[in-house]
């Protein structure tokens, strides 16, 4: 549809589009543009006016053509200077700079053009295709301001001109980015020979009709390809994330693997050896020294204990990923079950110090409990130095709940390691020789939930840690406190 201001008249370029100055006509294919363009140019020449072709080299020959098919005498005007043509890429390139129209050079040479025909001849029309040229490279900046800059001539010269874009060469969304602005710039738009071949207003609004109805499918067309975008880019997000926790998860698994393996057979190789040692002192020695197969046996518990302390932390959380963990409580002494397990071999060589009452009651499942206790406790003899000592303290809150609090003095935990403390597979300190296999406080925790509780880890100031377990009032069924 043509765009029209003033006295412009949608077809092709008429006088009225001539004399209106300034003139954009879309065209399909390059006999049309000849045509239209000689058409322009050889009304011009016949009223005595100069002529300008700023054409590419196929398009000026069409050009030529197309005056000498009008009746025009072509070397007698390039002879007399009425019919110049210049080459569009050259000209273009003369006052490009960095990408853009310079505007004084645009101004000394095609203004100094415009000025000595103008001098001559009562009139110029132009045709010029340097802008075609500038949005066909995706140049649209430069295209808008090359086509202000023949606008800013139009005070000081005078002079028509008919600009072209080609709309098979520049596509739909290569041109509709600048389409607006480049109507803009033009008193009179001309639509390409599909629509100007149409001669009957009916034929015309049926066309424009046809046109609104495309307009508004491609809309729709554009809004769900970028719905569709949309999800893709979601999608691959979504599968980079979900790549990523596979990758961490397998780095877990492998680094679990390798911890437990050597959990496992650490306490299988002393236990091996003692065993093989203490059979060869009895059979050497007709029964050995009862002291040193007494040791020698105690460490054989103490390594088997715990090897199978390893061995239940591995089915403990097979259930704990499996969600099978049940959970069968009975009413017990919990300070009993703390001074019995703070008293087992394994612990002999750091100072526990219990500070607890006489008795308190509670309802747990004794078994899983114990666990609880015994992670707490191995996990503050390993990561204390040898010796070190481990403070535990058992406190009834006022009756509405029970505290169980384990403190040590030795590594403590690295402060970018305090948020997976209690993940599972997750290790304090993955790559030291004292890590375990990231299964004690992940199920230490999940346990003392289950019981409707809370396990949380302090840093003191001065070194360690101390890990607090909180059991609400529904565990406990009474406090036989002794102060």
Wanted: aromatic residues 6%; proline residues 4%; negative net charge.
């Amino acid at each position: 549809m043509a765009i029209d201001k003033g006295n412009c008249k949608p077809g092709t370029v008429s006088r009225d589009h001539a004399e209106s100055g300034h003139v954009v006509q879309f065209y399909e294919s390059d006999e049309f543009l000849a045509n239209t363009v000689g058409d322009f140019l050889a009304e011009g020449i016949r009223g005595g006016e100069a002529a300008i072709a700023v054409a590419t080299a196929p398009h000026r020959e069409g050009i030529r053509e197309r005056l000498r098919v009008a009746g025009l005498n072509v070397v007698a005007a390039e002879a007399s200077g009425q019919y110049v043509a210049f080459d569009a890429a050259e000209l273009l390139a003369s006052f490009m700079d960095n990408g853009a129209p310079n505007p004084d050079r645009f101004a000394e040479i095609v203004g100094g053009l415009l000025a000595r025909k103008t001098n001559q001849y009562r009139r110029v029309r132009v045709f010029g295709e340097m802008v075609a040229l500038l949005a066909m490279e995706g140049n649209h900046s430069a295209t808008i301001r090359l086509e202000q800059l023949w606008n800013e001539l139009r005070s000081s010269h005078s002079f028509s001109l008919l600009c072209a874009y080609p709309m098979h060469r520049l596509g739909g969304q290569a041109l509709a980015a600048t389409f607006d602005q480049i109507c803009a710039e033009h008193c009179a738009v001309v639509p390409a020979e599909d629509y100007t071949a149409l001669t009957q207003p009916n034929e015309r609004r049926s066309a424009v009709a046809a046109l609104q109805q495309k307009a508004r499918w491609l809309e729709v067309e554009i809004a769900d390809r970028q719905k569709v975008e949309e999800r893709l880019r979601s999608a691959l997000e979504a599968e980079k994330l979900a790549r990523r926790v596979a990758e961490d998860a397998l780095r877990a698994r492998d680094e679990f693997l390798a911890g437990a393996a050597h959990e496992l057979k650490t306490p299988l190789t002393v236990l091996l050896a003692q065993a093989q040692l203490t059979v060869r002192r009895l059979s050497e020695n007709g029964g050995g020294e009862p002291e040193r197969i007494t040791r020698s046996l105690r460490e054989i518990a103490r390594q088997g204990d715990t090897l199978a302390h390893r061995i239940n932390q591995l089915l403990v959380a097979s259930q704990l990923d499996d969600h099978n963990l049940v959970l069968e409580r009975e009413p017990i002494d919990l300070v009993a079950m703390v001074k019995r397990l703070v008293s087992r071999p394994w612990v002999d060589l750091h100072p526990i110090y219990l500070t607890a009452p006489s008795s308190l009651l509670v309802v747990v499942d004794s078994h899983r409990f114990e666990q609880v206790v015994v992670n707490l406790l191995d996990n503050a003899i390993r990561y204390s130095p040898d010796g070190g000592p481990i403070e535990v303290q058992l406190t009834s809150l006022d009756g509405q709940a029970v505290e169980l609090a384990v403190r040590d003095h030795g590594f403590g935990v690295p402060v970018d390691k305090r948020g997976h403390l209690f993940d599972l597979y997750s290790a304090a300190h993955g790559e030291e020789y004292r890590s375990g296999m990231g299964l004690g406080l992940a199920i230490s925790r999940r346990i003392v939930e289950l019981h409707g509780g809370e396990l949380r880890a302090e840093f003191p100031l001065d070194g360690g840690s101390r890990f607090i377990v909180h059991l609400p009032m529904g565990s406990a069924v009474g406090d036989s406190t002794i102060n």
